[in-house]
């Protein structure tokens, strides 16, 4: 196992959460290996999005537990849950378009009065971290909102990278980039996985999916439908998983 990426259990134990009326998550369990990349499946709707806010402390549960390394934790605000080694890239891109590329991706890092990556070391340790998710160069000291929009994508990757995550979340993170890009970035995760990491990767492409996970969780309409390993699936299978239960038609006699 590599130093720099340590090992962490995750899970998720009858988990639920509602919004008023609305039920996003109903009792949901799934058990997260270290050194996996696990996949989370779903239509719109399904409960994807609100799993990955409980999971980055945006929104807390309404019941259930969450499990880090197999002891209840109750994380309630994004701060607590990244000192408890977790990362999230969402769906958006989350920049400071006056800020450079450097400042950008150790957003957040610093405390007051103290920098957390010497002044001397910034531009390197970022430098590094890029070259590793990006074929295309990405300039340190450029303004991140001067970038296209791939660009700006790679350096919200590099921001989750860069903090070393024991629990890393990619929701539908690779969206914009190109193929070379997100293969790098892909490499990268695998790499992750391999030195114990753990991965949890959102998105709706068949590829990404078969192409990344170890396993692969479909949720539907706020509950857990099957979590089985990519050997023992199949696109139409995982299609049909994650359809909606239509009502049988009546027949007219």
Not at 129 to 134: E, N, Y
Not at 204 to 233: N, P, Q
């Amino acid at each position: 196992m590599t130093p720099d990426v340590p090992s962490a259990s995750l899970a998720v134990d009858a988990i639920s959460k509602r919004y008023g009326e609305t039920v996003a998550l109903d009792g949901v369990s799934i058990d997260f290996r270290p050194g996996s990349v696990h996949t989370i499946l779903g239509e719109n709707g399904s409960g994807k999005s609100t799993l990955v806010k409980l999971l980055s402390g945006v929104v807390f549960k309404d019941s259930g537990r969450l499990l880090v390394d197999d002891v209840p934790f109750e994380g309630r605000t994004p701060a607590q849950f990244s000192a408890r080694g977790f990362a999230t890239v969402f769906q958006e891109v989350l920049i400071a378009p006056d800020r450079t590329v450097t400042d950008n991706v150790l957003l957040g890092m610093d405390r007051l009065f103290v920098r957390t990556v010497p002044r001397q070391h910034r531009e390197a340790r970022v430098a590094e971290m890029l070259k590793r998710i990006a074929v295309s160069a990405v300039p340190p000291d450029a303004l991140a909102g001067s970038l296209p929009l791939a660009q700006q994508q790679l350096i919200v990757i590099a921001r989750a990278l860069v903090r070393d995550p024991r629990i890393l979340i990619l929701d539908e993170a690779t969206a914009a980039l190109d193929h070379a890009d997100r293969e790098a970035v892909f490499v990268e995760v695998e790499r992750r996985a391999r030195a114990g990491g753990l991965v949890l990767f959102i998105s709706h492409r068949m590829d990404e999916v078969f192409r990344l996970s170890d396993r692969i969780s479909v949720l539907r309409s706020g509950r857990l439908v099957k979590t089985l390993a990519r050997g023992d699936a199949t696109t139409d299978e995982l299609l049909a998983l994650m359809a909606p239960v239509r009502p049988p038609e009546a027949h007219h006699g």
